[in-house]
């Protein structure tokens, strides 16, 4: 009984020490099997019955005094037996709630009076005798017996015990004895057959064992076999390693292996076992493939009975310092002695192993043929050996357990390790390695496994959830050819059913296993049943069914998901991908077809990547038939819509092989039906581009490639279907600087604004966006308007249904119109009031345009009168309040840009359009910050009452104040600008100064930035009209900087500093500070200068030095 | 000797351009070409002394193998029976060339006539379920766990009938066919491969264009 309590049964997760037997159906046929047993006992063997225990089993009984009836003694709620032992104790004791038992034929009384309750009263007495067979013979007694030799006859052993225990009854003991573990075996055995459906090999078992063989190839002396290897690297999504067409039969993989003694083995693994096939060497070889062998269920069998040194040597291996894989993280295990550790705990999965390995190795024949010694497998020592402490437990002789064959585990985890629960275990042994070892598995010491693992993982709270969990999982990995990509990076994953196979066991981590979804079958379409059916036959067929079978595939609707998916579920999309390494065209053909449509599919494109379908797809576009070219092409075209593939197609030269295509004569008024194919092939290239140039470095590669001019040539064909793919490539590719400068160099701006005349919205709309960012250069701008462009552009405008174009186009128009000639053409078209037009009602990308396009236009000052005229400065003001950070960029500046008109500023007032301005600055965006200050600073100069409309913002100045901390120069320098309009106001320069503006500014007088010096500059000048401003600049030292700014190149910097230091040399202290750093020479050299300012300005400053120069002098003359 | 090559290189030549005039895709010395070979082909197989009509059907077929890679003998014979339009069994020199013409160099008409006439095992003009079967027989693997072996190749002319037969009469006519190729260009093998493909095209037509050139 022992056995199987710890083994088979599932004990639940509770650490209390009293743990409970869970409510599974395992359990629940365990605990009827053993009622029964307990049942019959007393009829069946009488006089073993009447032996009293060792101690007393004791539980907490539902039963009470009422229910026992004749025999007994009952006194209250107690009750006693009448049947005593040799000393006068009853043999059976109730004290409510607990009961004491001390003899079989008192138990199955007690499992009669209980009557329906007895199930339950059997499962408390196990629970609270965790090892009734220690309590019912005493634990000397056990462990002697266990010590035993299990074939030691009945007699021997009652010798033994009357040497060690000169009790009583050693015979009747000894039998008792010898009945429980007959009963243990039958037990683990019927529970066995519950499970051994489950049983067969899978990839990763496989793949465990040969790793492990590996290992034994390893070492001179020890070395066991000279050489195992796979004959194929690749490895499928399922783990298996054989062709397709071998997987259908089963097989898994196929082995090379050489022992030391006798010839090369060919090996075939398969689900249903491991078997000699006639000798595959290499992959792709067409024969071979049949069993010469008798099916072997793991490869150690197969080499043992192959390989008598194998067979010799493997037994005893030690393994002690080969170093095990890391890949997997096993939870220490040593070996420990069960009584001296207590009763540790169990994990049902482990238990059930457990009886699956006792039940195969008591249910095999032992192919180890007579050698019957009983010592720890290999592979325990293995890990056992891993702590001092195991290796010592080790060394002790083990002990055997009578008839017992099998290896025991037990976890014994320390309350740190509860929550880990992710016990990996080898449980398997070799055949005819029958060890009694108990192992405990330590938490704290992870150490990595050997090749093979075995035992579930899973927490331990997983209780009889996890049981049904498993089973789920059974049934969707042993679908075969349905594992789908999901699960492609976890083959290990899939193979719960096998976990309890014969040779090795796998087990993985819950966590990383991907998530599962049990698809139900009855969910699937009738069209995935015929797909299915169809990739069978793609499968086994030659080319002419293949063929046969891709063009039926192809009446599916491809397009539609459900096709796409159950291509790729039933394991089509493998089949391919394979086909395009084949030499036969039409298969290719017809596979790339199919891809080619069913790429349209984001999944399915992924896993194309995934399987390395990719590198196929570019390998044949080297191919002389051009059809297959071009198809190649355009599934390239699908597949790179993402990342991943499009660096996949040029890490894999694809850009090189895409760009060779274009190479056509386009422009041929009568081509050859060669010739044509050529186009047709040069504009698949286009499209495979066009997708590929999403990523930058693509672009590059087909810069290099020479793509450009031949893409240049290409953009001079007449038909559309050639120019869209084309130009979408350029205007993809037209982000890059290079790309800007070929397009204007090859002349592809006038092919460009020929074709924004085309009567195709699509390839409108990329030349539209091909100008709209090669228009940045002002040659292309010029170009544009020399070609005749500006127009086509403008009646683009009038497709305001088409976003994408009206996108396009605005933009165009936003970037010409950066230069004026456009602006004034543009005028002519009556280009301003259709974009006034487009203010309302657009999508932010066309709205970001316009508004760009109008900043540029009310450069002009005709246009700001016509902006205002077409109501656009409300809608202007209008689109302030919105989030989008690149048009409130061009908005504020559109606004600006407007309110330099006084009646516009009018206007913007009137709708508290500084207000809005001003709380930009509060956007996050520094590109906005600055815009906005940039806006303000007309709106400030232009407005009625500026001074008043500025302190009405209330904490305005404060923030403006507050954003010359800002890092970023525009920022600075258009705050400065801004500071320098607001302190035009005295009562709001006091304010800036009681913020604190003047040190801010002076800390930034050290910047070499001449945009942020004019300005600072400005703001300087203005700020010293105020108070003690001029004295406490000085004091911050900002006074010989700014002389520096006189040697700057830039005239406006020459034209703040100046007026700055007129102003600064108002202060004496300031003046002995500039003349200390010889301004005097470079304001003489500007007093010469043809602006007038600046002459004042300078001719100020001296004035000032000079004056005081002379007060100094008078003063010490006339001391 | 050289007299009588003499003659008989007139003798081709007049031969080539009367028969290059009714041939279509070869030029007279095309032509003269493949009747020089047709006569060495024709060499190795008469005994002396003995007239003969043409290439009879073995050697036909060793040709179709070791030059043009064929193998499935149910196809090699169907393009024999194409190429041998008087049904003589043996191929003469005229239908030798006039096969060779569509063979190698055929439009797309031209071969889907040929391909059908491959098939139509019985020469009815059409292709019956029992015709496609045994030319596809072989051309799925076997599964040992089949019950029946042949189930998978009669699903695969249900597959195919349903895909080609356009009137649905149970059979491919001629029309069925030239429709269904026309559509899908695949399809014009599609039971059995009887057209070379492009790299022994060329190397025929290299061997045997060239090699005259010398001469």
New interface residues.
């Given amino acids: 009984m022992g056995l199987s309590l710890t083994r088979a049964a599932q004990w639940t997760t509770d650490t209390s020490g009293t743990g409970k037997l869970e409510l599974t159906p395992m359990n629940v046929f365990l605990l009827k099997e053993i009622l029964h047993f307990v049942e019959q006992f007393s009829s069946q063997h009488p006089q073993e019955a009447k032996n009293v225990f060792e101690e007393p089993l004791h539980w907490s009984t539902t039963l009470v005094a009422s229910d026992f009836k004749t025999d007994y003694d009952i006194s209250d709620s107690d009750v006693q037996s009448q049947e005593r032992d040799c000393e006068g104790n009853p043999l059976l004791q109730l004290s409510p709630p607990t009961v004491y038992v001390r003899s079989f034929s008192q138990l199955s009384k007690l499992v009669h009076l209980a009557d329906d309750k007895k199930l339950e009263e059997v499962q408390a007495c196990l629970e609270e005798n965790r090892d009734p067979v220690v309590k019912i013979l005493g634990p000397s007694f056990v462990s002697t017996l266990e010590k035993e030799d299990a074939h030691t006859d009945v007699l021997s052993l009652v010798d033994k015990v009357k040497e060690k225990d000169q009790g009583k009854n050693p015979e009747v003991k000894v039998k008792l004895f010898l009945l429980l573990q007959n009963m243990d075996n039958q037990l683990l055995s019927k529970c066995l057959k519950e499970i051994a459906g489950q049983v067969s090999l899978d990839p990763t078992a496989v793949k465990n064992e040969v790793e492990l063989l590996k290992k034994f190839c390893s070492e001179g002396e020890k070395r066991v076999l000279k050489l195992v290897r796979y004959t194929s690297d690749y490895i499928f999504s399922n783990g298996c390693r054989s062709p397709l067409w071998r997987q259908v039969h089963g097989e898994i993989c196929y082995l090379v292996i050489e022992p030391c003694d006798t010839e090369t083995l060919y090996i075939t693994c398969s689900s249903a076992g491991v078997f000699l096939n006639v000798g595959i060497k290499q992959e792709e070889e067409e024969s071979g493939y049949e069993r010469t062998s008798d099916m072997y269920k793991d490869l150690v069998t197969l080499l043992k009975s192959r390989s008598p040194h194998f067979a010799e040597n493997i037994n005893k291996q030690d393994f002690a310092v080969q170093e095990l894989p890391s890949t997997q993280k096993i939870q220490h295990v040593e070996l420990v002695d069960v009584e001296e550790q207590g009763q540790p705990q169990r994990s049902y999965e482990q238990q059930e192993k457990n009886v699956h390995e006792k039940a195969r190795q008591q249910h095999t024949p032992n192919k180890a043929g007579g050698e019957k010694k009983y010592e720890p497998c290999p592979r325990w020592k293995n890990l056992g050996l891993m702590s001092p402490c195991g290796k010592a437990e080790e060394n002790k002789p083990s002990k055997s357990s009578g008839e017992e064959k099998s290896g025991e585990i037990q976890e014994n985890l320390g309350p740190g390790a509860k929550s880990k629960m992710k016990a990996e275990f080898s449980v398997s042994s070799f055949p005819g390695r029958l060890s009694s070892q108990k192992i405990k598995a330590e938490e704290k010491k992870p150490s990595k496994s050997s090749g093979e693992k075995s035992g579930e993982i899973q927490k331990r709270k997983l209780g009889s959830g996890a049981k049904s969990k498993m089973k789920a999982e059974f049934s969707v990995s042993s679908l075969p050819g349905r594992l789908s990509s999901q699960k492609i990076k976890t083959p290990a994953g899939s193979m719960p059913v096998e976990a309890f196979s014969e040779s090795s066991s796998e087990s993985e981590e819950e966590e990383e296993q991907p998530e599962r979804r049990p698809e139900s079958n009855t969910d699937l379409p009738s069209e995935y049943w015929q797909i299915q059916k169809l990739v069978k036959y793609l499968k086994g067929g030659d080319q002419t069914a293949t063929v046969l079978t891709l063009c039926a595939m192809m009446d599916f609707n491809l397009m539609q998901e459900t096709c796409q998916l159950a291509i790729r579920d039933v394991g089509g999309l493998e089949v391919l991908i394979n086909l395009l390494d084949t030499d036969e065209v039409k298969c290719k053909i017809g596979s790339l077809k199919i891809l080619r449509k069913i790429s349209h599919n984001v999944q399915i494109r992924r896993t194309i990547v995934d399987m390395g379908g990719l590198q196929s797809i570019v390998k044949i576009l080297d191919s002389p038939v051009k059809d297959l070219k071009a198809l190649a092409a355009k599934t390239i075209a699908n597949v790179a819509r993402f990342r991943r593939a499009r660096t996949t197609v040029r890490q894999y030269g694809g850009i090189k092989k895409l760009v060779k295509l274009l190479d056509c004569v386009p422009n041929l008024a009568d081509l050859t039906a060669n010739q044509e194919k050529d186009v047709e092939v040069a504009r698949c290239g286009a499209l495979a581009l066009w997708s590929c140039s999403k990523s930058t470095k693509n672009k590059e590669a087909i810069r290099k490639a020479g793509g450009i001019p031949l893409l240049g040539r290409l953009l001079k064909s007449p038909h559309e279907n050639m120019l869209i793919p084309v130009v979408g490539t350029l205007q993809e590719c037209a982000s890059e600087e290079s790309y800007r400068i070929a397009i204007q160099m090859f002349g592809m701006i006038k092919d460009l604004v020929k074709n924004l005349s085309s009567d195709n919205d699509e390839l409108q709309m990329h030349c539209a966006s091909a100008i709209f960012k090669c228009a940045e250069d002002k040659q292309t701008r010029d170009l544009v308007r020399k070609y005749g462009g500006l127009q086509p552009l403008v009646l683009l405008l009038s497709k305001s249904d088409n976003k994408q174009l009206l996108a396009a186009a605005t933009g165009a128009i936003w970037k010409c119109s950066i230069s004026m000639e456009n602006v004034a053409k543009f005028q002519e078209y009556k280009a301003l009031e259709t974009l006034v037009r487009l203010l309302s009602d657009q999508p932010e990308e066309v709205l970001v345009n316009v508004v760009g396009a109008l900043g540029e236009f009310a450069l002009i000052p005709a246009n700001k009168a016509n902006i205002r005229k077409c109501g656009g400065i409300k809608s202007l003001v209008n689109l302030l309040t919105g989030t989008n950070q690149a048009l409130l960029v061009n908005v504020t500046k559109a606004v600006g840009a407007c309110a330099t008109d006084m009646d516009n500023m009018a206007i913007i007032d009137q709708l508290d359009g500084v207000r809005l301005v001003w709380s930009l600055l509060k956007n996050p965006s520094a590109d906005v910050q600055s815009s906005a200050a940039w806006a303000l600073c007309p709106c400030i100069k232009n407005a009625k009452d500026a001074g008043e409309m500025v302190r009405s913002l209330v904490g305005g100045l404060e923030l403006i104040v507050n954003l010359l901390k800002s890092t970023n120069n525009e920022v600075l320098a258009s705050i400065c600008a801004a500071i320098a309009k607001i302190a035009k106001d005295k009562e709001n320069l006091a304010v800036l100064t009681d913020h604190g503006v003047v040190p801010l500014l002076a800390k930034l007088t050290n910047t070499t930035d001449d945009r942020l010096r004019r300005h600072l500059a400005e703001a300087i000048g203005h700020c010293c009209m105020w108070g003690s401003n001029r004295a406490s600049i000085g004091d911050a030292g900002a006074v010989a900087p700014l002389v520096r700014y006189l040697k700057s190149k830039d005239k406006a910097v020459h034209q703040s500093t100046a007026m700055a230091l007129y102003q600064l040399s108002k202060n004496p202290n300031n003046c002995i500070a500039m003349h200390e750093k010889g301004v005097v020479k470079p304001l003489i050299h500007f007093m010469g200068s043809d602006d007038e300012t600046l002459q004042e300005a300078a001719a100020g400053c001296v004035r000032n030095i000079r004056l005081l120069a002379l007060a100094n002098r008078n003063a010490l003359l006339f001391r | 000797m050289s007299e009588m090559s003499a003659m008989n290189r007139k003798l081709i030549q007049t031969l080539a351009e009367t028969i290059s005039k009714q041939v279509q895709h070869f030029n007279k010395t095309e032509v003269e070409c493949l009747i020089r070979e047709f006569n060495v082909l024709l060499g190795e197989q008469t005994t002396p002394g003995k007239a003969v009509a043409g290439l009879d059907r073995i050697q036909f077929r060793s040709i179709l193998h070791n030059i043009f890679k064929m193998t499935d003998d149910m196809i090699m014979d169907g393009v024999f029976r194409a190429f041998d339009k008087d049904n003589d069994c043996f191929i003469s020199m005229k239908e030798w060339i006039e096969g060779l013409s569509v063979f190698l160099r055929g439009t797309l008409d031209e071969h889907i006539k040929y391909c059908f006439d491959v098939y139509d095992l019985n020469g009815d003009n059409s292709l019956s379920r029992e015709e496609m079967f045994p030319?596809?027989k072989?051309?799925?693997?076997r599964?040992?766990t089949e019950e029946d072996p042949d189930e998978?190749i009669k699903?695969?002319v249900e597959?195919?009938l349903?895909?080609m037969d356009h009137d649905h009469d149970g059979k491919l006519s001629f029309t069925d066919f030239e429709k269904s190729v026309k559509e899908?260009n695949?399809?014009l093998?599609?039971?059995?491969?009887c057209l070379p493909?492009?790299t022994s095209i060329e190397a025929f037509e290299q061997r045997v264009f060239q090699e005259q050139q010398y001469q």
């Fill in positions: 030319m596809l072989n051309s799925l693997i599964q040992p998978g699903d695969l597959i195919t349903k895909k899908e695949l399809l093998e599609a039971f059995g491969t493909d492009t």
